[in-house]
């Protein structure tokens, strides 16, 4: 679709939703609400600070002296501080950081701001002031905000995030940035807009009060008799912000609500321009951008232990991109992920009108944007076809993710093939056979008893018979069951707040959620019972058709894991109460020396002994072997004799190295558990395929 003038769209297009105006007259009758409110107070301090002037003048006249003075200075400057508070918003700007960001011009960019300023011709908004990039999978307009820019108009800047360029074509990242221009676009939007800007300062009158705090404990430091007025002062405060805050939350409820109207009504704006098919697209690809993007970065800290770092992070990036799609059977498309909105077997069966929730979910957004049948054509080109010089900008990005290493830290430079290698082996190490078709992904195996399972009576059917397709998304099932349940929980506990809920597409009262919980938690318990009975089924299957030395050595690998998770149990319990009883020296609280002596005493006859074992267990089960530093750290912990105090003052070595065996370990016991259960997997999926293997010889 070509571009347009904003003001040539259909009048379908250009017009806001009913629903958009519902949300911005509830936002602006909120806003007026808040006001009112305000107005109210600032007639209440206007008082105080009359009534305080009045009293600290006549306590001066009435016997000068130099307390008189102070006292009706203090007055005077209390009343003076709570008027201060109500008004210091207005001169107050918000500025966000872009310290992270590079700018650039047409100059540098040529074809990028062409494209960009083209975008914002069409859609009927200014030209952005500057235009930044940043090293995340992020795009936005943003501006630097205060109580005038309600007033007098604000240009806004640009910013686009080279993780989100690396997983976009050319037609996905016009669609992305016309929705951020979309915002700004109609006249309509500017209600969203105004009610925007007043919630940023009602969140920084109420939030942001460094500087005032500051403030008035330098009036405290000056004498006995200002701190008293301080802390009247404080104590005013205090009450002005609980009443603020209330009218804070229904203002913020009603913004929310008309952010989720804003973000469609972009959206239909963008797809007027590039396409509703370029929408829905980006929508999908940023989602798995920023997957691909966590585990970049998780690979990249895996390399800084041995001190390495990466050359090119959105080369890497990009690997990442390709990797996960093909672990995941996902096409590609000139090197871009082809992906579906596709629907999970099993979703959550409870929903809720949040109003704290800005943006719609992608399904919601999609629903909206198909009644149009705006699709456009797609130049399937990658996004980064826009950019001049782009390898060079790729690698100066890089080096913002390593701004506060110094060159003498880092050791050595991996290029791309070193990364790839990295990542392979995480994939190797981290994936269980797809065989099993996620079915033991990403949960713990209910214990079962391998012995009495071996010996029950099997009937021998086709794998596929054991695990279903129905059987393989159980334990989704039993997930969602659990989130909605939570749900339900947080309604009744209202931690939740929320008039209504919807189940199974039908909407309850509040007072429905414990019927509604009583259901679920029985199916739940259902479920679970199931999804215990397959796991032990599954052990049975494989137990039964391999070779009986195979057999053997399988129920032995599932006994000796689950006795692995029951010490593994123990060591968490033991970790954690360590960490209950260490809590307030870590945490900087004064202590008495009596009540460190008995937490000394509990440390080293209750809680050591039983610690030092289990850690000599998993020593010798060969979990500490990854960490060469930890397992000498523990080495030296289980030969050692520890005080941790002794007269005025801790040992301060000895108690860190207990603090990082204790977090330390767990993470290393937890891998060791699941390489344990990986082998156990590989093993049934090696039976599975020799038995196979041996039927078709026959």
């Known amino acids: 679709m070509s571009a347009t003038s904003a003001n040539a769209l259909p009048q379908a297009i250009s017009a806001v939703s009913p629903e958009f105006k519902k949300a911005a007259t509830r936002s602006v009758i909120a806003i007026i609400g808040f006001i009112v409110v305000y107005f109210s107070l600032i007639a209440l301090a206007l008082g105080i600070v009359a009534l305080s002037c009045w009293g600290g003048l006549s306590i001066i006249m009435l016997r000068p002296s130099f307390y008189t003075l102070l006292i009706g200075a203090g007055l005077m400057g209390a009343g003076v501080m ?29 074809e990028l701001v062409q494209a960009i300023y083209e975008l914002a011709e069409a859609i009927g908004t200014p030209k952005p002031k500057k235009i930044f990039l940043s090293p995340d999978v992020n795009a936005c307009v943003f501006y630097n905000s205060s109580f005038w820019s309600m ?33 700004f676009s109609q006249r309509s939007m500017k209600v969203g807009s105004w009610v925007y800007s007043v919630n940023k300062i009602i969140y920084n009158m109420l939030f942001n009060n460094t500087g005032y705090a500051n403030s008035l404990q330098s009036m ?21 912000q609980w009443v603020l805050h209330q009218v804070f939350r229904m203002v913020n409820k009603t913004y929310m609500s008309l952010s989720r109207q804003m973000e469609f009504h972009a959206d239909l704006i963008a797809a007027s321009v ?25 690979m990249c800290n895996k390399a800084w232990k041995d001190k390495a770092v990466v050359n090119n992070f959105y080369n890497d990036h990009g690997i990442m991109l390709k990797k996960i799609a093909q672990l995941n059977n996902i096409s590609l498309v000139d090197g871009l992920p082809v992906l579906e909105d596709r629907k999970a077997v099993h979703t959550n069966r409870i929903n809720y009108k949040d109003q704290w929730a800005s943006h719609p979910t992608t399904p919601e957004r999609k629903a909206y944007l198909d009644q149009f049948e705006l ?36 050791k050595s430079e991996l290029d791309e093939k070193e990364f790839e290698q990295i990542a392979e082996k995480h994939f190797k190490d981290n994936s269980l056979p797809g ?25 021998l059917v086709s794998f596929d018979q054991v695990l279903s397709e129905d059987a393989a998304v159980l334990p989704r099932k039993v997930q969602m069951l659990q989130q909605d349940i939570a749900v339900l929980k947080g309604i009744i506990n209202k931690e939740i707040q929320t008039d209504s809920f919807d189940f199974d597409g039908q909407k309850y009262p509040r007072k429905k959620a414990a019927e509604i919980l009583a259901i679920l938690e029985s199916e739940l318990e259902k479920d679970e019972k199931e999804l215990q009975q397959l796991d032990a089924t599954l052990f049975r299957y494989f137990y039964a058709i391999a070779p009986f030395t195979e057999a053997e050595a399988l129920k032995v690998s599932w006994k000796d894991y689950f006795s692995n998770m029951n010490r593994g149990d123990q060591f968490l319990n033991n970790a954690n109460r360590i960490v209950q009883l260490l809590a307030p020296v870590f945490q900087g609280q004064q202590l008495q020396i009596e009540h460190i002596n008995a937490m000394s005493q509990d440390l080293k006859q209750n809680q050591e002994p039983g610690f030092k074992k289990e850690l000599q267990y998993w020593h010798n089960q060969g979990a500490f072997n990854d960490d060469a530093a930890l397992k000498e750290t523990l080495e030296k912990f289980i030969a050692s004799d520890y005080q941790y105090f002794s007269g005025n003052s801790f040992f301060d070595t000895e108690l860190i190295a207990l603090n990082h065996l204790v977090h330390g370990g767990w993470e290393l016991i937890n891998s060791c558990l699941f390489k344990q259960f990986k082998s156990i997997t590989e093993t049934q999926a ?3 395929t020799n038995k196979m293997a041996a039927e078709l010889i026959r």
Not at 282 to 297: G, K, P, V
Not at 435 to 459: C, G, H
């Open 82 to 110: 709570i008027f201060i508070f109500l008004i210091k918003f207005l001169f107050a700007t918000n500025k966000e950081d872009d310290s992270d960001s590079v700018e650039i011009t047409a100059a540098d960019q040529p």
């Open 151 to 183: 007033f007098f108009p604000v240009r806004k800047n640009l910013k686009i995030g080279l993780g989100l360029v690396n997983a976009l074509n050319v037609s996905e990242l016009k669609a992305v940035i016309a929705h951020e221009f979309g915002h």
């Open 220 to 240: 405290a430091n000056v004498h006995g008799i200002f701190s008293f007025f301080a802390m009247i002062t404080a104590r005013v405060v205090q009450g002005i």
């Open 274 to 298: 590039c396409g509703s098919n370029n929408i829905i697209n980006s929508l999908l690809r940023i989602e798995y951008a920023q997957l691909c993007f966590n585990s970049t970065m998780e």
């Open 375 to 410: 699709a456009s054509e797609v130049n399937t080109a990658s996004a980064w076809s826009l950019f001049t010089n782009a390898e060079e900008l790729k690698a100066t990005m890089t080096q913002h993710f390593y701004n506060a290493i110094s060159k003498e830290e880092i």
């Open 435 to 459: 065989l099993f078709k996620e079915f033991y992904n990403d949960r713990q195996v209910a214990t079962f008893d391998a012995e009495a399972v071996a010996l029950q009576p099997f009937t």
């Open 686 to 688: 090696a039976i599975y």
